[in-house]
């Protein structure tokens, strides 16, 4: 059963992160289509939000190896 809630939450976690990545990914291409003069400050934010996306995934397959070793 362990082995199913870990493998659950793996992935879980994986489809979500790619999902928030996407999106902030489309956000900042948006934005440097409607205005390009701001391309590098968008460019900033964009490299600060994706890691902060990917931390909870991160988070969430620690948690599921702890459920498996458990």
Do not use: D, W
Request: no cysteine; proline share 4%.
């Amino acid at each position: 059963m362990n082995l199913l809630a870990a493998g659950i939450a793996a992935g879980l976690a994986a489809v979500g992160g790619a999902i928030a990545v996407a999106i902030i990914v489309k956000a900042t291409l948006e934005g440097v289509t409607r205005q390009p003069e701001l391309r590098g400050s968008l460019q900033t934010l964009m490299f600060i939000g994706v890691p902060l996306a990917e931390a909870v995934p991160i988070i969430a397959i620690v948690v599921s190896f702890i459920l498996l070793f458990t």
